[in-house]
């Protein structure tokens, strides 16, 4: 999809406006999700300094639990640690694009670069840094809500 940006000073400030064809209207659901989550933070603890930092919650790629913490990677490769369980790190998350994939990982599904099934019912997921997950079959019918 392309994206095109113009001023228009009719409209107030703190107002966006999106024209799309009409045929794209049954997407206006997931644009205006997008937009609202794209500039929420995730406040997250640098492990070197042990100092709580912000960073864009679309910048996460991958939120692994670590005993009673998560570990969260960005997809510069950066990691950092959160101070909640995954169960809290999953009700939290009001963004569409995370999913649960098994019991110890939840994906942001914009950086999916490829899927594809595996042994035991289970699908391969490839990242685009390159990293590789596996979904359980417990998680597979959400899995494959979130992307279609």
């Known amino acids: 999809m392309e994206i095109i940006f113009e001023a228009d000073g009719s409209i107030g400030q703190g107002i966006a406006k999106v024209i799309t064809h009409p045929a794209e209207t049954e997407h206006w659901g997931q644009i205006r999700e997008a937009i609202h989550h794209s500039g929420h933070k ?18 996460v790629a991958v939120i ?19 101070n909640k369980r995954l169960k809290g790190v999953e009700d939290s998350l009001e963004s569409p694009h995370f999913v649960k994939i098994n019991n110890t ?11 594809s099934s595996t042994d035991n019912a289970r699908i391969q997921v490839v990242l685009t840094d390159g990293s590789g997950y596996l979904v359980s079959r417990f998680y597979i019918k959400n899995f494959r809500g979130k992307l279609s």
């Not at 005993?67 to 490769?77: H, K, L, P, Q, S």
Request: overall charge positive; proline content about 2%.
């Open 42 to 59: 995730l406040v997250v603890i640098h492990p070197k300094n042990d100092r709580k930092v912000q960073i864009l919650l679309s910048s």
């Open 64 to 82: 692994e639990s670590e005993d009673r913490m998560c570990n969260v990677r960005v997809i510069t490769g950066e990691r950092y640690l959160l």
């Open 105 to 115: 990982t939840i994906i942001n599904t914009s950086y999916i670069k490829e899927f």
